[in-house]
């Protein structure tokens, strides 16, 4: 069969490599599994049901879910065959932004995972017209159930309306709009197509590795409202690879050992806190065996993935192996053929050393723009490179521009942000290449990505941050004047402010407190600190919990024009402020001076 659209890649799974558990979740601690054949009857239901309900070619609709789970799956090709499009959202998101999201979508149908997503989005519903109605998958008392619309299109009667409508989607037809957020905070809703997506799993396939398994198995965690991991979904549909939902992130070192998947993909975050796992029971593990650990580390610190080693050094290998790194790759399962790693950059000693342990990991590059993956690196000494992202995948062109942007043409690359034709003729060059805002390299065809054009940031878990609509949030508080947020690549957000020292001195004048009258003392005091801490805790509120600012420093100069940390239009100079304060910053993130 010819696949052209993303819902023949579950047909494409039926008839080659069907599978007894196609996609499986864990409810009520025990692994409930779908089989292909049962998956494409209850995507066929879905798709009845919604017919049966009124629901058209081109509705909206809304998911947005806890956890990753079964029923996005089936609700997601149950909408594609009748031609509907999917609006996935963040389950964190604030209140502000989903009613914002819906109108701007038009959005029909909302379907959420559980009571507080209900509470959450029921709260806004009065304030979008379109939205009709807020089904749960989780019984929620009062709520309309995801179960109402199997239950409509359990009989068959429909079905050939479904097949009938099926026949009119088109590859080039819209299929999904994502928001993303933009510079200002204002979510951009990313357009893809059937073929978008589509042409970037068939483009990325041949860097998928061989597994020794007969019947390989995918552990996923990283939200499926996110391009990357909805489109390793569709890639493991097509290569008939069983997916299975880890639970959430404190349960995933027990669902490796349970599923024991021969692949998976991660943000550098979560890496960082399996290597911090393992180091602290490595450190105080005491005597010997810590010593042990410590040589395996020091081992395999600068390890080349395909380089040449010296005999000396595959001998002590093999010991460090038997005694430290078979430990590792049982704590992932014991059956990982690889890694694969996007969203921010992962560090390069982790990278290193996880090779070396024989856990590879291969980054790769993309935005929701590109639908998502531009480039990835593979298992083959001229497809990888520590600290690169690899090479274009199939169909993809990468080239950089005078000033070293990155710039994208390929089918992968979005129809455009919906509703707002002027941002999306922004981010194309006139001869049709998308620009990343990204700063990149090539060498010998492999990207290295080297520095950010826009504010715009990533965390380290690969939360994007729009800093400058947080900041002015907070400089609401008339305690602070000026406040930069800051976290590239980092766990989380934290900012460095300038206190409004007029009306800090009034406030404790009210409150007859006593402030130190050096300002170098004054940012460094408990009440003026425990203050701010209110104030961050109020703004905190009406963001999403990944942008929330997490820890601050205050400092003790005002930031001005005359002093060069603004510029005439009074945006903050950004470099400027981060090398003038490069120690406060240090301390924000529990680092020290000479690290």
Known sequence: MKITRLFDFLEHQLRNSPRNDSIAMKKNGEWQTISTNEYVNKANAISRGFLKLGVKHGDKIAIASTTNRTE???????????????????????????????????????????????????????????????????????????????????????????????????????????????????????????????????????????????????????????????????????????????????????????????????????????????????????????????????????????????????????????????????????????????????????????????????????????????????????????????????????????????????????????NNPEMTKEVMTDDGYFKTGDIGELHNGNLKITDRKKEIFKTSGGKYIAPQSIENDFKQSRFIEQIMVLGEGEKMPSALIQPSFENVAAWAKEQNISLPPSREELVKHKELIDLIQKEIDLFNHSLGHWEQIKTFRLTPDEWSIEGGQLTPTLKLKRRVLMEKYKELYKELYGRYAGE
Request: hydrophobic content about 40%; charged content about 20%.
């Open 72 to 418: 996005w799956n089936l609700l997601d090709i149950g909408l594609q065959q009748i031609g509907c499009i999917s609006v996935p959202v963040y389950p964190t998101i604030s209140p502000r932004d989903y009613a914002y999201i819906f109108n701007d979508s038009e959005v029909k149908f909302a379907f959420v995972s559980d009571s507080d997503l209900f509470e959450k989005i029921s709260s806004i519903k009065a304030e979008v017209p379109s939205l009709v109605s807020v089904y749960t998958f989780d019984h929620v008392e009062g709520a309309p159930n995801l179960n109402e619309i199997f239950d409509l299109g359990s009989d068959a009667e429909n079905q050939h309306e479904v097949e009938a409508v099926k026949a009119q989607v088109k590859p080039e037809d819209l299929v999904t709009i994502i928001y993303t957020s933009g510079t200002t905070g204002r979510p951009k809703g990313v357009m893809l197509s059937h073929h978008n997506i589509l042409s970037n799993v068939i483009g990325s396939n041949p860097r998928v590795p061989k597994f020794p398994s007969e019947k390989p198995k995918a552990l996923s965690f990283l939200p499926l409202c996110h391009i990357f991991e909805r489109m390793l979904i569709y890639l493991y549909t097509y290569n008939g690879i069983g997916i299975y939902y880890a639970e959430n992130m404190e349960s995933i070192g027990e669902n490796l050992k349970e599923v024991k998947p021969d692949v998976m993909t991660v943000v550098p975050r979560l890496v960082e806190k399996v290597y911090a796992k393992i180091y602290d029971k490595g450190a105080s593990a005491g005597g010997i065996k810590t010593k042990i650990f410590m040589w395996a580390i020091g081992l395999v610190e600068n390890y080349e993935p395909f380089g040449q080693q010296s005999l000396s050094w595959k001998i002590k290998h093999k010991i460090a192996d038997t005694l430290v790194f078979k430990k590792w790759r049982e704590g992932v399962g014991g059956n990982m053929t690889c890694m694969v790693s996007g969203s921010a950059a992962l560090s390069p000693r982790l990278n290193r050393m996880f090779w070396g342990a024989g856990i590879p990991i291969l980054e790769g590059y993309g935005l929701t723009e590109t639908s998502p993956v531009c480039t990835v690196n593979s298992m083959s000494k001229d497809g990888f490179g520590i600290g690169m992202v690899g090479k274009p995948i199939d169909g993809v062109e990468v080239k950089i521009a005078p000033d070293g942007e990155i710039l994208i043409k390929g089918p992968n690359v979005m129809m455009g942000y919906y």
